[in-house]
């Protein structure tokens, strides 16, 4: 597609259960990034990938959080057993390169508002 | 570690007027990157203005500039003209050149008022 594509676009569900949040990043793109954005604040760093390889992920704030992308392109975000703090707005970025190209910006998708009762 | 600051929480504009938002940063690296998203109700994240740390000259993308300070560790967005559609969240963001995270500040409100 055009740009970076998130589903679904609102989650509601009760503590307690587990969600998978969906990110489909532009075509061609190596990197994919994960933020979560609280009310109110700015974008916080979750964890990113080169392809398949998860090359960082000392933003995830629990072993709750789990995230994965099997074949290089889509990713999920999933988070087990989930707690009202987990409440917040995730955000997929993706870039083209990385390294010596680090330059290239990261595209956003409209985010996926997570709501836990 | 890196860190962004946004010290207004909200700005409030006249169209067709000017307007300048702050931002400071911490770091100890020497060359970075540095960005201006827009965030609207839609939440999708777009990309203002960048500008690389080892460049003196500020960036400048037809109404929007940046004061790029670097001695200082600051990094203000000027709109110029500004129009109801730039109502938005303003966030600074900040990379350094061998990173890819970005760190983002807590954001501006920019209300703009015809």
């Known amino acids: 597609g055009a740009g970076v594509s998130q589903s679904p676009r609102y989650k509601v569900a009760k503590r307690g259960q587990d969600v998978a949040l969906r990110c489909d990043p532009i075509?061609?793109?190596?990197?994919l990034f994960w933020y979560q954005q609280a009310l109110g604040q700015g974008p916080e760093f979750l964890t990113y990938?080169?392809?398949?390889?998860?090359?960082?992920k000392s933003g995830l704030p629990s072993d709750r959080f789990f995230a994965e992308r099997p074949e290089g392109s889509v990713s999920t975000l999933k988070i087990q057993r989930t707690q009202q703090e987990d409440s917040a707005v995730y955000l997929c970025?993706?870039?083209?390169?990385?390294?010596?190209?680090?330059?290239?910006?990261?595209?956003f998708g409209d985010g996926t508002r997570l709501s836990i009762l | 570690a890196q860190t962004v600051t946004q010290s207004q929480p909200e700005m409030s504009v006249q169209e067709a007027e000017t307007v300048t938002l702050s931002c400071t940063y911490d770091?100890?690296?020497?060359?970075?990157?540095l960005f201006w998203y827009k965030q609207p109700p839609s939440r999708q994240m777009i990309l203002v203005i960048r500008?690389?740390?080892?460049?003196?000259q500020n960036a400048t993308e037809n109404r929007f500039s940046v004061n790029f300070q670097k001695a200082a560790k600051s990094f203000s967005l000027k709109i110029s003209d500004s129009q109801l559609g730039d109502a938005a969240m303003y966030f600074c963001?900040?990379?350094?050149?061998?990173?890819?995270?970005?760190?983002f500040g807590g954001g501006t409100r920019l209300m703009v008022k015809p």
């Open positions: 970025a993706s870039s083209l390169a990385w390294g010596q190209l680090s330059n290239q910006p990261q595209h």
């Open positions: 075509s061609g793109h190596v990197s």
């Open positions: 990938f080169q392809n398949e390889a998860q090359l960082d």
């Open positions: 770091t100890s690296e020497s060359d970075y990157y």
């Open positions: 500008q690389e740390a080892y460049k003196q």
């Open positions: 963001a900040y990379r350094r050149t061998t990173g890819n995270m970005l760190t």
